[in-house]
């Protein structure tokens, strides 16, 4: 069973206007939350964070909004950069004693000049 | 400049042919993780370690082996290389904070 699901493998979005990107979870004992960024030829860098006692956290173009009830997640870039285009991954932290993430399977944002 | 560094790079075996993978942080990290990345099947966690001298398995463990004789290294194995272990490989680190430092890959390919 994936824990973490991005159900949108890709997304195009003209410059200068709102991209988001979602991210489902199976466990509300998921305590933490982040995404990350990848280039091609490159490892992920992270983007942003949230705890499950938040419900926003913003960070200049970049918002992730945590919906505990619906168990969804997701990130706004707002406006949208061609530099943004990129592979989102949305990943979890199982519980307060795990010491891994676990990654949904990607998101492939491409954004039009 | 400080990170996670993976070597090699690029490599092509031939079914049952052994390689290793290494890896190497500098900043002091506990810990350590290798991951394989698929299409359509996200990051998979394979093996990790929480300091030195340790190891444990994550999701899709079979077929590699790790050892972490270093708290700067982890190493992945892989005995008998299969085709269905052509993937890139990513490894991370994990200090105090929830985040990781990857390294930028090792795409690897069997024939």
């Known amino acids: 069973d994936q824990q973490v699901k991005q159900n949108s493998p890709s997304l195009s979005v003209q410059e200068g206007r709102i991209s988001i990107l979602n991210c489902d979870y199976t466990?509300?004992?998921?305590?933490?939350f982040l995404w990350y960024k990848k280039y091609p030829a490159e490892g992920p860098t992270f983007l942003i964070s949230i705890s499950s006692i938040k419900d926003k956290n913003e960070d200049g173009r970049f918002t992730v909004f945590l919906n505990k009830s619906a168990k969804h997640l997701s990130l706004h870039i707002v406006p949208s950069q061609p530099g943004d285009s990129a592979v989102y991954f949305c990943?979890?932290?199982?519980?307060?004693?795990?010491?891994?993430?676990?990654f949904g399977s990607g998101t492939q944002l491409t954004v039009l000049p | 400049n400080a990170g996670v560094t993976q070597t090699p790079k690029f490599r092509v075996l031939k079914t049952g042919q052994s390689m290793t993978l290494l890896c190497a942080q500098d900043?002091?990290?506990?810990?350590m993780y290798w991951y394989r990345q698929d299409p359509g099947m996200g990051l998979r966690l394979i093996h990790y370690?929480?300091?030195?001298?340790?190891?444990a398995k994550g999701e899709v463990p079979d077929g590699y082996n790790v050892s972490r004789l270093k708290k700067q290294n982890f190493l992945l194995g892989l005995e008998s290389a299969a085709p269905s272990q052509t993937s890139v490989y990513f490894c991370?680190?994990?200090?105090?904070?929830?985040?990781?430092?990857f390294g930028s890959g090792t795409r690897l390919t069997v024939v």
């Open positions: 370690s929480v300091g030195e001298g340790t190891t």
């Open positions: 900043m002091n990290h506990e810990y």
């Open positions: 990943a979890v932290r199982p519980g307060e004693s795990a010491r891994q993430l676990t």
């Open positions: 991370a680190s994990k200090g105090r904070f929830y985040g990781y430092t």
């Open positions: 466990n509300s004992m998921f305590d933490y």
